[in-house]
T-cell receptor, first 114, second 115 residues
């Protein structure tokens, strides 16, 4: 089985622009979660989707949004980019919502905002 | 709100020795799950070991084991016979018992295994 894939792997944007990141979960997985990883704040939960529904949202401004498609692929969008949005964005997939099942992480998208 | 604390930012261990990474958490829930994830340099995060709060027996996975003290809200990871490939950032994570996959991570411990 192919693992979790994230595209693009690297992205450079300037302040004020917007960006869309994509995550393709493992085949059969219906849950996708997104995390932001920075040296200062560590790993922070952004949002979680299950069967196209947002189940949970972290404490991020409304500039951060996401969605999930019927094939379970997910996208997250950040509008009006700020320097502080520079981070590694990770997504994780799981077959179910809740429980001790392993969540499989993708390689991440490294976003740099200039 | 749940919190996860890892008080050791960096640790070092000699190859073949044993090392213990500490983690404490805070929650008012009685049913939850705890995890240790490993993030090698420039590589993907992978699950090391998991513990279900309702299970009293400590989880083990080959050279990795945990010491789960529910009353003390402590969840330490022991790595036996350390190998060079164990060099990585280790994150302790908490997940509540509901229908959610939201992980709350600690700040991580950077473990360096020395030859």
């Amino acid at each position: 089985k192919a693992g979790v894939t994230q595209t693009p792997r690297y992205l450079i944007k300037t302040r004020g622009q917007q960006v869309t990141l994509s995550c393709s979960p493992i085949s059969g997985h219906r849950s996708v979660s997104w995390y932001q990883q920075t040296p200062g704040q560590g790993l922070q939960f952004l949002f979680e989707y299950f069967s196209e529904t947002q189940r949970n949202k972290g404490n991020f401004p409304g500039r951060f949004s996401g969605r999930q498609f019927s094939n379970s692929r997910s996208e997250m969008n950040v509008s009006t980019l700020e320097l502080g949005d520079s981070a590694l964005y990770l997504c994780a997939s799981s077959p179910v919502a809740g429980g001790p099942d392993e969540q499989f992480f993708g390689p991440g998208t490294r976003l740099t905002v200039l | 709100a749940q919190t996860v604390t890892q008080s050791q930012p960096e640790m070092s261990v000699q190859e073949a020795e044993t090392v213990t990474l500490s983690c404490t958490y805070d929650t008012s829930e009685s049913n939850y799950y705890l995890f240790w994830y490993k993030q090698p340099p420039s590589r993907q995060m992978i699950l090391v070991i998991r513990q279900e709060a309702y299970k009293q027996q400590n989880a083990t996975e080959n050279r990795f084991s945990v010491n789960f003290q529910k009353a003390a809200k402590s969840f330490s990871l022991k790595i036996s016979d350390s190998q060079l490939g164990d060099t990585a950032m280790y994150f302790c994570a908490f997940m509540g018992g509901g229908a959610t996959n939201k992980l709350i991570f600690g700040t991580g411990t950077l473990l360096a295994v020395q030859p």
